[in-house]
């Protein structure tokens, strides 16, 4: 079996946080697995593995995707963020990172990584997103610990400092 799995694998290339990169997959190897395991991002969590809990989310081409539902072999030539792409350099936290440790966003922290990702891809979008808008986007994650207030906080609070790192319109 493990012959036929060998036999079976192909290269793949994509870009990931701002790096080219090159891995082998088998056809149906999870893209949670590939970027997880060989490829050492670890920040992206695996709960539940069938596209309810969110915690695997990443950005793939600009749009938050749930990893634990794409196929490695989707990737070929795509833009991929997660977490550990947040950061603007190595040990700086972002606004939306500050705010979450800053207001008790996180506990266990299995959900984080997921939540950071698709708030950040809101606010790139949409920067004067509503509230509303922001604990829809919340929606799509489950958190077993905080009871999601600490998290809306969190999220208005970092809107409110991203807003003001903005330079002025001219
Ligand atoms: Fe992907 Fe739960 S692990 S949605
Ligand atoms: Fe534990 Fe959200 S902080 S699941």
Redesign the pocket.
Known sequence: MSKLSRDAEHEIAFTLNGRRVRARAEPRTLL?DLIRHDLGATGT?????????????VEIDGEPV????TLAAQVEGAEIRTVEGLEPSPGELSPLQAAFREHFALQCGFCTAGILISLDNLFRRRPDASEQEIREQVSGHLCRCTGYAPIIRAALAAQAAIREEEPADA
């Open positions: 949670t969590h695996v709960g539940c593995e069938h596209g309810v809990c969110g915690a695997c989310t749930r990893a634990c539902l």
